[in-house]
């Protein structure tokens, strides 16, 4: 289980020969140095903001531990908390464990020992971290469901986002949303957020993309489903290349389950790489001629991109209205079979103009089950015997 990137670790406390300690890992190129401060209590929200995944505290005491130092780190972080203190305070160590302290380090020490100690309370906690995002370990990669259709107002992103809230709520898969409807995308608005960031930051920032930093990108919704959404000014679009967009699919599909992509209604760069990544098509139809006739152009498309047949998905949107072509006609129109079918229902657009994905607002509508049908059959619960395992240490068993 090697990590390519440093470590990152954060000073708190004070003890004889810490100064040491923290000039060699400075320079060390397998930790990072995330920050410092004496007294923990003060701490805070530097301390929660640094992202650390390994605290090493110091500490003067020699005759136990300082407890309500521990208690001031832990109430704003999990990482794996190492004691630092000098040879004199031995008789602390077996009072270390009980207080939930990772390891203990005697000073003087050599720099590469300490990190040997850092590295191992980290590779432990990346372990026991399982189900969060962002710290993952051993995790089968999450995938891709990408909801198209080659027409605008066909319901992409009403069905992209309750898709993402079905796997996030009923399934409780870790989900991202991402809109790559770069210019025009409402995802955001439709699950009611108001982003503090979008994939613009996200491609702007210099720092290279891992699951921690992807975390500090998206926002989470109050039904679980982790948003990224859309850059806030059109122009900004044509900045989220395909380089940066192969990189993202890649750290997300480490830190999520599923990944829910709403696209806009053309194939432009953007939705041609998220296809080479996509393990589930949703083609998005609506029962009038003109919508089949461009999905038929789409699969044509399709064809010369060799896009398997198998990962693509028809499913009629607004079925039940008395207008439209049956779904018999549109199997024989297009020789492909119609998968699913969503309903109409009135309390669609009204969720939408409230701000609340109707799968949370009203998880008994039809649309909502259709959709349970859909995620089920798209990323099924039991494929990868991980999930029950990865679910089951979620659940502490
Ligand atoms: N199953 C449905 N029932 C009722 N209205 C729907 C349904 N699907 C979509 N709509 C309506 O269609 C409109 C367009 O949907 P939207 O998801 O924005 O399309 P797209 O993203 O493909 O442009 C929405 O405002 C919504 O009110
Ligand atoms: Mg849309």
């Known amino acids: 289980m090697s990590n390519p990137s440093p470590i990152k670790v954060f000073i708190t406390g004070a003890a004889n020969g810490l100064a040491e300690v923290r000039e060699g890992l400075a320079d060390h190129p397998e930790v990072e140095l995330v920050g410092t401060a004496a007294d923990p209590a003060k701490a805070g929200g530097k301390l929660a903001e640094s992202a650390a995944q390994v605290i090493l505290h110091g500490t003067t ?16 972080t999990a990482a ?37 100690t850092i590295k191992k309370a980290n590779s432990l906690a990346a372990g026991r971290s399982g189900g969060a995002p ?32 079905v796997f996030a709520r009923k399934h409780e898969r870790r989900t991202l949303l991402l809109d790559l409807d770069l210019q025009f995308g409402d995802a955001a608005i439709m699950m009611g957020i108001e982003p503090e960031k979008t994939i613009y930051d996200l491609v702007m920032a210099r720092r290279e993309l891992d699951p921690d930093a992807l975390a500090g990108y998206v926002t989470a919704h109050q039904s679980g489903v982790h948003v990224l959404p859309a850059p806030l000014r059109p122009e900004d679009a044509e900045l989220v290349t395909e380089e940066r967009l192969g990189h993202l699919f890649a ?34 139809a609506s029962l009038d001629v003109p919508a089949i006739k461009n999905i038929k152009l789409t699969l044509q498309t399709l064809d010369l ?40 229902e009135r309390d669609v657009p009204v969720s939408i103009n409230r701000g609340v994905p109707i799968a949370l607002a009203n998880p008994r509508a039809g649309v909502v089950k259709s959709l349970g049908d859909i995620a089920d059959k798209l990323v099924p619960m039991r494929t990868a015997a991980t999930d029950d395992k990865k679910k089951s240490k979620r659940l502490g068993r």
């Open 61 to 76: 005491a020699t005759d136990h531990v300082p407890t309500a130092e521990i208690e001031a780190i832990r109430a704003v």
């Open 80 to 116: 794996p908390i190492v004691l630092v203190t000098t040879a004199s305070a031995h008789h602390i160590l077996s009072e270390a464990l009980q207080a939930g302290i990772f390891d203990v380090v005697l000073l003087p020490q050599l720099t590469d020992s300490v990190v040997f």
């Open 134 to 165: 962002g710290k993952v370990s051993q995790h089968v990669e999450g995938k891709v469901v990408t909801v198209f259709a080659p027409k605008g107002g066909a319901g992409k992103t009403v069905l992209a986002s309750n898709l993402a809230v």
């Open 251 to 284: 750290v997300a599909k480490e830190s999520y389950d599923v990944v829910v992509v709403d696209t806009p209604p053309f194939f432009h760069g953007p939705v041609l790489s998220t296809l080479d990544r996509t393990d589930q098509l949703l083609l998005v």
């Open 305 to 344: 991109l060799h896009y398997p047949k198998e990962r693509r998905h028809l499913l009629l949107n607004r079925t039940g209205s008395k207008v439209g072509l049956r779904p018999g006609e549109v199997e024989r129109a297009l020789d492909m079979k119609v998968e699913f079918e969503v309903p109409s």
